[in-house]
């Protein structure tokens, strides 16, 4: 496992060399493998793709994300007028049936809830709002309920993770029961991790993925069920 310094410093280059974060003011500390993110940006975008950047740098196994979105004052709304740009955002997004969602909007802070069909759809609506400015973080609460009545096809996992290049499927194994879809072996890093659940939730009919990968690096230190 590399050790504290030399992650820090890694994490703080990959997050340096990101053009979206070129002027962001971003702290980094790394504790065995657990990174913790600090700081202040002025959108939410800029919040999760710093959250994106750690998570692929090798070595890290854990992101703790404290950053916290500042606005200029051209970027500040009422969480009324926020609320408004959301819906209209979400109304006029051709895979969202709005009906199906609700939004809560406190201070900045919008909670997407509800029911879609799709995996694809909950990660739809929350890609639909996170530019918007106004946006300080998105809880997406959204749960899948599948109209399928038949199982999840484990093959079509399975061939989905084969075809994926940042995925070592030969030490992931499948499971599926009904419409829930358990995830057990090694992975080398959290972004494999985190890409494994992402396909299997893109999977037709699946309302539940168990993800119970275990990160191993090149020196056998392995982090169970993050």
């Known amino acids: ?59 890290v196994h854990a992101v703790v994300e404290n950053i916290k979105v500042k606005f200029g004052p051209d970027d500040t709304k009422t969480d009324e007028a926020l609320a408004s740009e959301i819906f209209k955002t979400l109304k006029f997004s051709p895979d969202i049936i709005m009906d199906s969602i609700s939004v809560l909007v406190e201070d900045g802070w ?22 918007l400015s106004g946006v300080r973080m998105i809880s997406n609460n959204i749960c899948i309920r599948s109209e399928r009545d038949d199982d999840v096809e484990k093959a079509a996992i399975e061939n989905a993770l084969l075809r994926n290049w940042a995925i070592d499927d030969e030490e992931i194994e499948v499971s599926v029961l009904g419409n829930q879809v358990t995830l057990i072996g090694k992975v080398h890093s959290l972004y494999q991790r985190n890409t494994a659940e992402r396909i299997a939730w893109n999977a037709p009919g ?21």
Do not use: F
């Open 1 to 59: 496992m590399k050790n504290n310094e030399t992650l820090k410093n890694e994490v703080l280059e990959a997050i340096r060399v990101e053009p979206l974060l070129d002027t962001a003011q971003i702290k980094v500390t790394a504790n065995e493998g657990i990174v913790t993110l600090s700081g202040t940006v002025d959108t939410y975008v800029k919040k999760r793709a710093a959250e994106h950047v750690a998570g692929k740098v090798s070595g």
């Open 110 to 131: 919008v909670t997407l809830a509800g029911e879609v069909k799709w995996s694809a759809q909950k990660e739809e609506a929350e890609r639909a709002i996170h530019r």
């Open 206 to 226: 699946v309302c539940n993925v168990h993800n119970k990968l275990t990160i191993e690096y090149a020196d056998s230190i392995k982090v169970d069920n993050i």
